[in-house]
């Protein structure tokens, strides 16, 4: 059984940073693990990807603002946000694919953080 947790969400204000963290109970040689979000009354969205051969995507709005990254060793994925914008308030989920095949379609995913940008 795989289970996601992550942690990190808060509140900051338009031009801060926080970094989100989520803890993986396994891991496998092969994944992609990714950061997705959802505000209210929007779609979620796919915010940053990693892949096992190190490939990494971002969307658009978070390219050159956001960075994500993962600690093999810990099972732990972060996602560093910087120059945070109001936009950016959302759940943040972590999700995880193992063996994937082409694009990621992540089979597990944690409860949720929340973050909010306040202007």
């Known amino acids: 059984q795989v289970h996601l947790v992550e942690s990190g969400g808060g509140s900051v204000q338009a031009g801060g940073s926080l970094r989100l963290s989520c803890a993986a109970s396994?891991?496998?040689?092969?994944?992609?693990m990714g950061w997705f979000r959802q505000a209210p009354g929007k779609e979620r969205e796919g915010v940053a990807i990693i892949y096992s051969d190190g490939m990494t995507t971002y969307a658009a709005s978070v390219k050159g603002r956001f960075t994500i990254a993962l600690d093999n060793a810990k099972r732990t994925l972060y996602l560093q946000m910087n120059s945070l914008k109001p936009e950016d308030t959302a759940m943040y989920y972590c999700?995880?694919?193992?063996?994937?095949?082409?694009?990621?379609?992540?089979?597990?995913w944690g409860q949720g953080t929340q973050v909010t940008v306040s202007s």
């Open positions: 999700a995880a694919e193992f063996y994937p095949e082409g694009n990621c379609r992540p089979d597990y």
């Open positions: 396994v891991m496998y040689v092969r994944y992609c």
